[in-house]
């Protein structure tokens, strides 16, 4: 017995969905993924960031943008939401809509254990390959923990773990620097177990 083959769509198609829907997708390889909700922990770190990154962002030529900002790696063809993107210098969109962006400069995730294999593996290969990305920014939902990747000299990632709630994030691309007990505000989260 065989299966018909699946049809891809290809980027025009995506981008026409996603004028015409109601929710979000995601799109990489011809294939859409749907996003669902988030949940409250996730929520209340991303309203953290947004809110600590503008108050430091003010009066500087960088942008901050929570989920909506839709960011399209050129490269790997993968069409994205971070949970937070911050582009510095002049935004580059993909069309006059500026609903895709093309050039961030800093990328947020925030995790939980239903998106961390995917965000780790799938996305974090995909970030890597955006040009404009200096560092991104994984922040665990479930547990004390935050990773700090940053673009080298020679273009390898060094990779930063803090796990004290009394700790600094330096975000050197952007000038900025988060305290874990900003990132962590109003989130109840156990800290990070032995490893």
């Excluded at 299966?3 to 891809?8: G, Q």
């Excluded at 026409?16 to 011809?30: D, I, L, V």
């Excluded at 922990?41 to 929570?66: D, F, K, S, W």
């Excluded at 510095?88 to 947020?108: H, I, K, S």
Aim: with cysteine; glycine share 6%; charged share 25%.
């Amino acid at each position: 017995m065989s299966t018909a083959p699946k049809r891809l769509l290809t980027e025009a198609e995506y981008l026409a969905a996603e004028r015409a829907a109601e929710t979000k997708s995601e799109y990489f390889a011809g294939e859409m993924f749907a996003l669902a909700g988030a949940r409250r922990n996730h929520n209340v770190i991303v309203t953290n960031v947004v809110g600590e990154l503008r108050q430091q962002l003010r009066h500087r030529p960088c942008e901050a943008y929570p989920s909506d900002m839709r960011v399209k790696v050129g490269r790997t063809g993968l069409y994205t939401y971070p949970d937070v993107v911050v582009v510095c210098g002049q935004p580059e969109f993909l069309d006059a809509t500026e609903v895709t962006l093309l050039n961030p400069t800093l990328l947020v995730e925030v995790l939980s254990s239903s998106t961390a294999n995917y965000v780790r593996g799938l996305k974090s290969r995909c970030f890597r390959a955006l040009p404009s990305l200096q560092e991104y920014v994984l922040a665990e939902s479930e547990e004390l923990q935050v990773e700090v990747f940053r673009r080298a000299e020679g273009g390898q990632w060094l990779v930063e773990d803090v796990a004290d709630l009394t700790a600094q994030v330096a975000l050197h691309s952007i000038g900025c620097a988060l305290g874990l007990a900003a990132i962590y505000e109003n989130v109840d989260v156990p800290p990070r177990g032995p490893t």
